[in-house]
């Protein structure tokens, strides 16, 4: 009759082998790892970080009338907001994610079909105002919650229009329009 001997291999006995124990060793948890998530606050899914805010158009679209007064035969002589040309059918998105609280309101037939989405921006309320999209292109209902570069709509000619272009308007607080080029450039990241 013969015993079998299995030697065990001299590392099972040396403390300072490289092999791990199998017992609570976490190798998740980086010993860093807060130091890491404390250098990266512009995550817009952050508690802390400010909403994202962006143009409703790409930043190189040309800009055919700016914001304040202006002279021209049959326009507005005081232009509350900017006219932005991109081509007719370019989707217009919102400029920060919000609420939406009105919808082409008949008592605004000048600016044809339209969007107006309430804000908070930096702890403000802000309305911003999407104008002359085609019609039928119209995306949202009053109440719809939208993320910020949600499509509102197509671009168009409606309302008060002699070409295709976006009309932009942004009001904080809900009172008089700002400069949207000056609000947004602030803002957009
Ligand atoms: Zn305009």
Not at 64 to 80: E, L, N, T, V, Y
Not at 109 to 134: F, N, P
Not at 169 to 180: I, K, N, S, T, Y
Request: proline residues 8%.
């Amino acid at each position: 009759m013969s015993v079998a001997f299995v030697l065990p291999s001299a590392a099972a006995f040396d403390l300072n082998s490289t092999q791990q124990p199998s017992g609570p060793v976490q190798t998740f948890s980086a010993p860093d790892s807060a130091a890491t998530l404390a250098v990266a606050p512009r995550d817009a899914y952050g508690v802390t970080a400010p909403p994202a805010v962006q143009w409703p158009l790409p930043s190189t679209t040309p800009m055919s009338s700016d914001f304040g007064p202006r002279s021209c035969a049959g326009c507005s002589s005081d232009h509350q907001g900017i006219d932005l040309n991109a081509p007719s059918g370019t989707p217009i998105e919102a400029m920060a994610a919000g609420v939406v609280v009105e919808t082409n309101s008949p008592g605004y037939a000048s600016l044809g079909v339209h969007a107006r989405i309430q804000h908070v921006i930096d702890g403000q309320m802000v309305t911003s105002v999407y104008a002359h999209m085609q019609t039928g292109s119209m995306a949202l209902q009053v109440g719809d919650y939208v993320a910020a570069g949600q499509v509102v709509g197509l671009l168009g000619c409606t309302g008060s229009c002699t070409g295709a272009h976006l009309h932009f308007e942004v009001h904080p607080d809900g009172g008089a329009a700002v400069d949207p080029v000056a609000f947004l450039a602030a803002r957009v990241a």
